[in-house]
């Protein structure tokens, strides 16, 4: 299972940098998340200010 982003993203791109595995990248109105990369560690949940990231 992986983290998705919701739509409470505000594009701050404050997760990509806490991904140890660089699942996330910047998209055209929020971050996106690779499935294939995400681990499932939450390290992107633990910096968001708007909890945009989510378990699936």
Same mark, same amino acid.
């Given at each position: 299972? %992986?983290?998705k #982003?919701?739509?409470n993203? #505000?594009?701050c791109c404050s997760c990509i940098d806490e991904c140890p595995t660089g699942a996330i990248s910047e998209g055209d109105d929020k971050v996106v998340i690779d499935a294939e990369k995400c681990i499932?560690? %939450?390290s992107c949940a633990g910096v968001c200010p708007v909890d945009a990231p989510v378990a699936e």
């Open positions: 299972m %992986a983290f #982003i919701n739509d993203c #505000i594009n499932d560690c %939450a």
